[in-house]
């Protein structure tokens, strides 16, 4: 067994902790601020109509349903790969 001193010990748990911060938790917290300086904003975009052009985040009604747009779509709502999430069903919250 090798003989440990304090020290050496130390200066192990030193390394550990720097390489943690600069690999964990400074980008951690830069997302953080990155996340939290972003302007939070829900736009309705009134009834869904298919001509029109939606951006992600945005919500509409089609059918009694309120869609979230989850990508920049123009696909109607409630179909395969349309990039809307159902959110509210018709007569229900």
Request: aromatic share 6%.
């Amino acid at each position: 067994m090798a003989n440990v001193t304090f020290e050496h010990l130390e200066e192990a748990l030193a390394l550990l902790i720097d390489q943690l911060t600069e690999n964990v938790i400074v980008p951690m917290r830069e997302r953080i601020i990155a996340l939290e300086s972003r302007t939070p904003s829900v736009k309705y975009g009134g009834v869904f109509r298919p001509e029109n052009a939606y951006t992600e985040g945005e919500l509409v009604t089609h059918q009694g349903g309120l869609w979230l747009a989850t990508s920049a779509k123009t696909r109607t709502p409630g179909q395969p790969d349309s990039g809307w999430t159902l959110v509210v069903k018709r007569g229900s919250a």
